[in-house]
């Protein structure tokens, strides 16, 4: 959840299709993070934007949607791209879009049923409206996906060291979380902290273990938001940063995550979906601390 801007491609060998689209975007926004638009003119360049640009130091892409052209330098030259992105960049994530002129060329069907892509459309059907639904659908499927990779990796951190300390446990924890941090926020402060009970077990941020429980008691009492029966919820403390509160159970002392949250889903799916993460590893951090088997 810590995107400061969702990039997207557009890749057209027309120059006024790209001027166009870029002058239709510039002021969409998705759940609270503004939309940024990247142009390339051909299958080559867009392949060594996405390379480069678009590739984070942990190897995952931060190219959330992709329109395509069919025909640019040859006649199957997006179609060739859409194979690269998926199968030489082994990149499933990124929702990309065809977006064509020549719609004979390349059959809507025959390109949905032989090519991995998210939708396709005509030019003449690229409307900012149409534009606009695109994108923000694109960039939510974008988001849940990338979402869920994140927290499987930083699960499976925790049960890979669950075995051996909680101390150990909880320095693979701060790791994993501080490098998905870094490559998607590397020029703002940003806050991730798990506290389960009144331990502070994973701190990445400029906040001290003190400081972290000390906005901990300050704010689990305000206008809580419940995200389930049990009693998880949350509290939004400002627009970029949020407790969430993890309801007790047999497995684990009552929990809280405060985090940075860039992103302002207006689905609660999101939400609750953190507090899931949050609630494995604060159950797996207190079996590793009583010894007991998982």
Request: proline share 4%; with cysteine; charged share 20%.
């Amino acid at each position: 959840m810590y995107y400061t801007e969702w990039n997207v491609l557009v890749v057209d060998d027309e120059p006024d299709v790209l001027d166009l689209t870029k002058l239709v975007m510039r002021d969409f926004e998705v759940e609270g993070v503004p939309v940024n638009v990247h142009t390339a003119s051909s299958k080559e360049q867009a392949l060594t934007m996405i390379k480069n640009d678009f590739t984070d130091e942990t190897g995952q892409t931060t190219l959330a949607v992709a329109f395509i052209d069919v025909v640019m330098e040859t006649d199957n030259a997006g179609l060739e791209l859409c194979q690269a992105i998926r199968h030489e960049l082994k990149n499933a994530v990124t929702q990309i879009y065809i977006r064509t002129g020549q719609p004979g060329i390349a059959p809507e069907r025959e390109v949905i049923d032989r090519y991995d892509i998210n939708g396709y459309f005509t030019k003449v059907e690229a409307t900012e409206d149409k534009l606009y639904t695109l994108v923000k659908s694109g960039i939510r499927q974008f988001m849940l996906m990338e979402f869920s990779v994140v927290q499987m990796m930083m699960l499976n951190g925790g049960i890979a060291t669950s075995q051996h300390s909680a101390g150990m446990m909880s320095q693979v924890m701060t790791q994993r979380m501080h490098e998905s941090m870094a490559m998607r926020s590397p020029d703002e402060p940003v806050v991730g902290v798990l506290i389960v009970g009144d331990e502070v077990v994973m701190n990445v941020g400029d906040l001290s273990d003190a400081e972290a429980l000390a906005e901990r008691d300050k704010y689990m009492n305000g206008d809580v938001q419940v995200l389930s029966p049990e009693g998880d919820g949350f509290v939004r403390i400002t627009d970029r940063k949020t407790l969430f509160i993890i309801a007790e159970s047999p497995n684990n002392p009552q929990s809280y995550f405060l985090a940075t949250t860039h992103i302002v889903p207006t689905n609660p799916f999101f939400w609750f979906m953190i507090v899931a993460s949050m609630r494995s590893l604060a159950m797996l951090y207190s079996n590793a601390k009583q010894d007991q088997p998982i």
